[in-house]
């Protein structure tokens, strides 16, 4: 079948106007066609979205499921003592820098000549 979806209908077409196929079989045809079509646009989506994630460093879920259960094989959460807690430690504030700027110049604004016109008498 080919991929060219005027060209399949036309092929259709006329392969029912001369009497080779009635159109139950053409729209089975025409619907399988499309099914066909719509799988092979799915994979190749799901193709460029996967190398697209690994390009920008993504993982999976299913990986990403696989590495939390194997660390959690390996370090167990403690979940049956509670954590104490200590009183909040204040931070001294930094201290802010009294560092002196330069002032900066702002660029001169440019005045546009005004032209003389000669008026002649």
Known sequence: MTTDLLGSLKTYLTKLSDGEKTP???A???NSWARESADSLKT???EEVEAAALKLGFV???EFDRLVARVDAIAPIRKSAPIK???P???AAPKKSTAKKAPT???AAKKSAAKKSGVKK
């Open 60 to 62: 999976k879920r299913e």
């Open 85 to 87: 807690k200590s009183a």
């Open 28 to 30: 089975a045809a025409i």
């Open 105 to 107: 110049k702002k660029p």
């Open 89 to 91: 430690v204040k931070k």
């Open 24 to 26: 139950q079989e053409v």
């Open 44 to 46: 190749k989506i799901h």
